[in-house]
């Protein structure tokens, strides 16, 4: 035999491997393979290939692998038991650029699922791996170094620390600076993923200076990468005050109320989410908000959104009022309350409802004036619906009903309240009631209209228990009218007038 | 005497009245007796009484000053006291007079300031009025942008799918489907086939990359060139350009520095310099310090032996041998040199380092 037909073998062998895990690789792309994949045995047939002498099907292998554990949490943690992690990781620092980005998807693709998973990748010493591929020159292993990264952050304070403790931080901060989009997209997420779980975590991503580089992103014109500027800023200003004042000095403002108009929606979510978050702090900062004309741009923003988008400006909308009367005030002339009537009425969920509620109990329990702003936009028998909606959620019905108590403890805005006396529930009345006992007896012209619109009547019919405070109200309003008055409203009055009828004997 | 005997004649009577009386007054005795002491009891009682009514006068008159002194103090009291209430009262009423300014001015200056409040309010409008135009702008600016991209991208596709479909333009024989005979004008899509190129063959099929589908490029880009020159306006026949020519005959003189300076130069510089010496000079007896040491000369390691001085290097540099000179001076030349010569070595060859025009 000459030595051709030997190498013929040897070439032969490492062609049909070559084409296998190819072949793997693009059956494991689609979801429906997956699970015969896995059930003839797959994993047991890939991770010798891992360690394959050809570095093609290494990484293909790898590849292949990657996508088999992104598609559910089963094989992720069947590539964890399988201790191919261990291998990945140590290869990670070994091989080419090609390999490296093919492994950290891998970790990527496991850590993804849950909280243990991720901390099995991180037990077996990916971070520090990870942070070394991070300073790598290739933008695409940067960039699923960072990825990884930003999984393993995702799910827990912990995690993400080690993440932090790994010294992820600066170089990511370095990588938002890259040209790359790609990569300042995703390092973006993964800075934001890391802030999110607590404010000493945001802290040292804000001491790396990633605040600076991020607020000059905002202007960009890619929308993806702003969604994730957007969400890391926010994600940061959350937690405190001093780190919301941290951003907004940033001077993101003006700049910021722009992106509310974008065409894309989550970038417009998530710059309601950033300002709401810096609004909730302190009054400073709402007030700082109010000034550069925030309000109205969310107030447009929340008018021109739908459904869940449209959360975050309800909800900044309500953090602002609640700070002072003030700002209710500023809410309010900004065609505040309006647009949060038309949320309220529109929006057939109910967290959303409940929000708009909030928001609403929030901008009109500071003043009469408050009040009356809000029950002019006939806000009360909306809420009033949704307190009594039999399928309402408990939160709605809660929220609804303390909205209801703030604002009519405030109202003095007789023709609002009104329609309530009709339809209110007892616990609901006793405020309604209580707010006529406290005009009526200094208004006489209220006093009148109260007769004239049926509302003394319907005061009569109620049946109030003696000694409760919804009794005393009762009787406070009686003693504003005379008594004939008083007794021609109370029901069975005509019985009573009939009997004396009966019994009148006419003087002959 | 007769007194007596008046009394003795009536005797009897009397002794008898005496008696009488003695009965009498013996039977009343006990009476009178009781009676008497009934009526000095009774004096006796008045004068008492009278004195203790007097007594007690006094007393009350006592107890009433008394009782008068004291109650006037306790109303002096009183009506201080009162007196102070009242004053409390009133400055009370007045502090709260005061605090209810102050407080009304205090807050109306710097806690709420209705018209401050309604001016800020205002102010906060316009700004919202300014904030939501600019927003609606900026909406408006980004949509016609969108709208314009779209266009072009439209536009386009529309000729390169026209460049796709070149082949479908009409000939002057047959007209094409666009170019219907049966219509009064042919269709837009004729004149933008006509306004385009055919698309060129495609080259061969470009490589790609194995796993990630990247098209390799074949070899390095080649560093980009001068575009050639335009071959139009050469001249038949071995001339040189004519720019080049025109350049050549109206170069302007570019002596070297070598032609520049001067032959004697340094002679003559060294004259100046002697002479301005000569002019700064203050005084032609050299100064010389007054304790003149003599410093032994420490000869050179390299220039001196045993033997004596070494003069090679010093004195001469090569053996020669003056006695046979013609002359103790040296040659000197005294013909500047010529122009021509120094441009020898630029030359209109191509292919050698030299530009023309550009003087080495």
């Known amino acids: ?508 | 005497m007769a007194t007596v005997v008046r009394i003795l004649e009536r005797n009897s009577t009397i002794m008898e009245e005496v008696f009488e009386r003695h009965k009498l007054a013996e039977e009343d005795r006990h009476r009178e007796f009781d009676a008497s002491v009934k009526i000095q009891a009774w004096f006796r009682a008045a004068r008492v009484r009278a004195y203790i009514k007097y007594l007690h006068r006094c007393a009350n008159i006592v107890q009433k000053v008394w009782r008068g002194y004291l109650g006037r103090g306790i109303f002096r009291e009183l009506v201080k006291q009162q007196v102070m209430i009242m004053r409390m009262n009133y400055y009370n009423a007045m502090a709260t007079k005061i605090q209810k300014i102050w407080r009304g001015y205090y807050t109306r200056k710097y806690v709420h300031n209705y018209y401050s409040r309604k001016q800020y309010l205002e102010g906060l409008m316009v700004k919202n009025e300014i904030i939501r135009n600019e927003l609606a702008e900026y909406t408006e600016q980004k949509a016609a942008d969108r709208q314009h991209a779209e266009a072009i991208a439209a536009q386009k596709k529309l000729l390169e799918e026209a460049s796709k479909r070149h082949y479908l333009i009409s000939t002057e024989v047959v007209p094409s489907i666009y170019n219907s005979p049966f219509k009064p004008h042919p269709d837009e899509m004729e004149f933008i086939l006509r306004s385009v190129q055919p698309r060129p063959p495609t080259g061969p099929k470009p490589k790609r990359d194995n796993r990630s589908g990247i098209i390799v490029p074949q070899s390095p880009p080649l560093p980009l060139s001068e575009p050639l020159p335009p071959i139009a306006q050469k001249l038949q026949g071995p001339f040189r350009p004519p720019n080049e020519v025109l350049k050549q005959r109206f170069k302007a003189l570019q002596p070297t520095l070598r032609v520049q300076t001067s032959f004697t130069s340094v002679d003559e510089a060294r004259e100046a310099m002697k002479a301005k010496e000569w002019v700064m000079r203050v005084n032609d007896n050299i100064f010389e310090p007054f304790t003149r040491r003599t410093v032994p000369y420490e000869s050179y390691l390299h220039t001196t032996s045993k033997y004596g001085h070494l003069p090679y290097g010093t004195r001469y540099f090569r053996e020669e041998n003056l006695a046979q000179h013609i002359t103790s001076s040296n040659f000197k030349t005294v013909v500047s040199p010529i122009p021509v010569f120094e441009k020898l070595n630029d030359t209109y060859a191509k292919g050698t380092d030299t530009v023309p025009g550009n003087p080495v």
């Open chain 1, 1 to 508: 035999m000459s030595s051709r037909q030997v190498l013929q073998v040897f070439e032969q062998y490492q062609k049909s491997r070559t084409q296998f895990v190819q072949t793997i690789a693009e059956l494991s792309s689609r979801p429906q393979n997956i699970e015969i994949l896995q059930n003839a045995g797959v994993m047991s047939l890939l991770r010798p290939l891992l360690l394959d002498i050809v570095p093609t099907i290494q990484q293909t292998a790898a590849l292949a692998l990657g996508r088999l554990a992104n598609y559910n949490d089963d094989l992720a943690e069947a590539v964890v038991k399988g201790d191919i992690l261990p291998q990945l990781v140590y290869s990670l620092a070994e091989q080419n650029r090609f390999y490296k980005k093919a492994a950290a998807f891998v970790l990527r693709a496991v850590a993804k699922h849950s909280p243990q998973l991720a901390q099995s990748v991180v037990d077996c010493g990916a971070l520090d791996a990870l942070v070394i591929c991070l300073e790598e020159f290739d933008p695409g292993v940067k960039e699923a170094a960072a990825w990884a990264l930003g999984y393993i952050a995702r799910h827990n304070a912990e995690l993400s620390q080690s993440v932090v403790d790994a010294g992820a931080v600066p170089l990511l901060v370095l990588c938002i600076q890259e040209p790359e989009l790609s990569l300042k997209r995703i390092s973006a997420s993964a800075l934001s993923d890391i802030c999110k779980h607590s404010p000493e975590l945001a802290q040292t991503v804000v001491d790396a200076g990633a605040i600076a580089h991020l607020a000059q992103m905002i202007l960009n014109p890619d929308a993806k990468l702003k969604r994730q500027v957007f969400s890391a800023l926010s994600q940061i200003a959350k937690h405190s005050v001093d780190l919301a004042e941290m951003v907004v000095e940033a001077e993101i403002f003006p700049a910021v109320l722009t992106c509310l108009k974008d065409i894309d929606e989550y970038v417009r979510k998530n710059t309601a989410t950033l300002i709401r978050e810096i609004v909730k702090h302190t009054p400073e900062l709402a007030q700082l908000v109010v000034n550069a004309g925030g309000v109205a741009a969310v107030v447009d923003y929340v008018g021109e959104s739908k459904g869940n988008v449209r959360l975050p400006g309800v909800m900044m909308l309500g953090y602002v009022a609640a700070h002072s009367e003030n700002l209710a005030m500023a809410v309010i002339v900004s065609k505040g309350v309006t647009q949060l009537a038309i949320t309220l009425a529109e929006e057939p969920e109910d967290h959303i409802q409940a929000a708009a509620a909030w928001a609403l109990g929030q901008i009109g329990r500071h003043t009469p004036e408050h009040a009356k702003a809000v029950a002019v936009a006939n806000v009360l028998p909306k809420l009033l619906q949704c307190y009594l909606r039999a399928d309402a959620s408990e939160d709605l019905q809660t929220k609804s009903k303390k909205a209801l108590k703030n604002i009519l403890q405030k109202c003095v805005h007789l023709p609002a309240l009104e329609p309530l006396l009709h339809d209110a529930p007892a616990n609901i009345l006793k405020h309604v009631v209580g707010q006529f006992s406290k005009v009526l007896p200094h208004d006489a012209k209220a006093r009148r209209l109260f007769v004239t619109s049926g509302g003394l009547k319907k005061v009569q019919e109620i049946k109030a228990e003696p000694g409760s405070a919804l009794h005393e109200y009762i009787n406070t309003i009686n003693n504003c009218y005379p008594e004939e008055i008083v007794r021609y409203y109370s029901p069975g009055y005509s019985e009573q007038l009939l009997e004396r009828v009966e019994q009148y004997q006419p003087v002959a």
